[in-house]
């Protein structure tokens, strides 16, 4: 929720600072100054630059966010499915991305069939894209099953976040501002 | 019914040789060949081969054939060419192995007695490092192993060697859980290891960010082959042939796994075994004789074991299940007696593991504490090492399936997906 937030403001700055009109009101780093740091780094050349790339990190982050699952299970929940629905968008907008899936189990189940079940998982997060309008020859899917864990430790906890989709974008990144005037 | 008065047939005879000849070595050729029967066994003292005694004693105490006799320290080593046997008589030793050295220290002299006759059973050398230490450890170990075979006809497995996965690595350890090494690079993902019948390779699963390919792998130069065309999607479970001619592993097809086999030597011509869309295949395992694969399949619906032809026909269940009822079933392996299955199945809130005997159609739970997972047959068909939590952490243990006694084979971290090798011939 506080991704999808940052994310509709960045895109809000974006859109300010690529159309070239100077806004002091809206910041893009509203730190207090520190004045026992030394001098700060000098100011970019391009005023478009540093936006479109807060745009495009912006993107990006929104494309990543994890989605969980169930234990020893890979239908897409309900929380899950508004992330994706956002990714689709995201993906809908800006057709030169390629994303790979990456599905993980957490270590409880058989080690080998947590292949399967990260593949499952992968599979259903695309399936779910697709339905949604994006392009299935524009995802990649695969699975690492137990062997990345975020979180070592033997507690539902860990568990519930280890067992999850990666997203990550494979080509395209440079396109995720061309929504927004000035940028490509 | 008809060995065990056979074996006591032998016996009269042997008893009756031995008061006929008791003043000569004889060789005596009564087998304890009876998987039941556990002779009491003594190590006699051998002061200058402290490691080698100490290695081939522990040995034949987990080949689990022998009622293990261990002696004080203080006991009074052998000298000079005559044995008192009263001491060892009265400790119950039916058996007792002698170890002296060669000269200038290249090896042991290696004699089997029976106790009770004070007679000569076996006797045989060993070129050995004396040292017990490193690759010079399987020598000895295939003394053990020989003494076993002096007794019971059939050879230990005291030299052979187990693959396990470890923090994304493999690694190789000794029967006993010395020695243990780390085979693959670090970095990487490796999964799945596999021995190749002779042992002199082993082949895996290395799981990059978007495929998994099969790669083998020789065991005493580390030189890796990624076989061709598993570059592009995931390929997981391999599992060679028994007669080292054939990969079969599991690769996604139309989304789903199917089973594949391809040709090992020639590296290529992978061809499909499993037909179907929509059901996962994998963790194959072949029949000793090589004409069936057993694997995991979700065709019915929960993961069980089925088994088809080594050309991919004649598909059918291998290990009964009650659908709905039974716990899902992974990880098989076929014995190398050809009429057992090894393999775990979900219990409760973790996994046990079960032995299908194909004979009398029966499933027999051997395991209970804790979750236990991914078994693995010894060249003798009697221990398995499997994978248990009951330490609390992950850890190599083996069982012997007659006695049902456990050992921890203790390995530096933890462990997952081991693999037995056959009888090891080489260094």
């Known amino acids: ?184 | 019914m008809k060995r065990r008065i056979l074996v006591a047939a032998a016996l009269l005879l042997c008893v009756a040789r031995v008061e006929a000849q008791d003043t000569t070595r004889a060789v005596l050729r009564l087998l304890y060949d009876d998987p039941k029967v556990r002779p009491g066994l003594v190590v006699l003292p051998a002061p200058a081969l402290d490691s080698v005694r100490a290695i081939v004693e522990r040995d034949l105490d987990y080949s689990d054939r022998f009622e293990m006799i261990f002696l004080p320290t203080a006991m009074e080593p052998v000298s000079g060419p005559e044995i008192n046997w009263g001491p060892y008589r009265a400790m119950n030793a039916t058996l007792a192995v002698q170890l002296a050295p060669l000269p200038a220290g290249t090896g042991v002299t290696v004699r089997l007695w029976d106790v009770g006759s004070g007679l000569l059973r076996n006797e045989g050398t060993a070129i050995l490092d004396l040292a017990g230490e490193g690759e010079g450890r399987l020598a000895i170990h295939r003394v053990a192993d020989e003494i076993v075979r002096w007794a019971t006809g059939t050879p230990g497995i005291a030299a052979t060697r187990m693959l396990y996965v470890s923090d994304n690595r493999i690694w190789r350890v000794d029967s006993d859980g010395y020695g243990a090494r780390v085979l693959t690079p670090g970095g990487r993902i490796a999964y799945s290891p596999a021995w190749s019948p002779g042992g002199d390779r082993f082949a895996y699963t290395e799981l990059t960010e978007g495929q998994g390919l099969v790669v083998l792998q020789s065991v005493a130069t580390g030189s890796r082959t990624v076989f061709p065309t598993t570059q592009s999607t995931m390929n997981i479970t391999p599992a060679f042939s028994p007669d080292g001619r054939w990969l079969a592993f599991s690769r996604v097809v139309d989304r789903s796994y199917a089973l594949h086999q391809a040709d090992v030597q020639a590296l290529c011509c992978v061809q499909r075994l499993t037909a179907g869309r929509f059901a996962e295949n994998l963790s194959p395992t072949y029949s000793p004789d090589g004409r069936r694969i057993g694997f995991v399949s979700t065709r019915a619906g929960p993961p069980q074991i089925y088994a088809m032809s080594a050309d991919g026909t004649n598909v059918e269940l291998l290990v009964p299940f009650d659908y709905g009822r039974t716990g899902a079933s992974f990880a098989p392996d076929w014995s190398p007696d050809g009429i057992q299955i090894a393999f775990h199945r979900q219990m409760g809130g973790g996994f046990q593991v079960m032995v299908y005997n194909l004979t009398t159609e029966r499933v027999r739970q051997v395991t209970s504490e804790g979750t236990n997972e991914d078994p693995a047959w010894a060249p003798d068909g009697r221990h398995l090492v499997f994978v248990s939590t009951r330490t609390g952490r992950r850890q190599l243990h083996v069982i012997d399936l007659e006695t049902g006694r456990v050992r921890v084979l203790t390995t530096p971290t933890s462990a997952q997906l081991p693999a037995w090798s056959g009888r090891l011939a080489g260094p």
Not at chain 1, 55 to 75: C, K, P, Q, W, Y
């Open chain 1, 1 to 184: 929720m506080r991704l999808a937030f940052l994310s509709a403001a960045l895109v809000a700055i974006g859109l300010t600072a690529c159309s070239k009109q100077p806004q002091p009101a809206v910041t893009p780093t509203p730190e207090p100054p520190t004045r026992t740091e030394p001098a700060p780094p000098p100011p970019p050349p391009a005023p478009a630059g540093p936006s479109c790339d807060m745009v495009i990190a912006s993107m990006v982050s929104e494309l990543g966010t994890m989605i969980n699952f169930d234990t020893d299970r890979f239908e897409i929940r309900s929380d899950a499915a508004g992330i994706l629905d956002r990714k689709a968008e995201v993906l809908r907008s800006h057709p030169a991305v390629r994303l790979r899936i990456t599905g993980h189990a957490d270590e409880r189940y058989t080690d080998e069939y947590n292949l399967v079940l990260g593949t499952r998982r992968a599979e259903a997060a695309k399936d779910y894209l697709v339905r949604r309008g994006v392009d299935a020859s524009r995802m990649e899917t695969a699975s690492l099953g137990e062997t990345q864990p975020l979180d070592r430790a033997s507690t539902e906890e860990a568990w519930a976040k280890n067992r999850r989709d990666e997203f990550t974008v494979l080509s395209g990144r440079e396109t995720l501002a061309s929504h927004i005037a000035g940028c490509r």
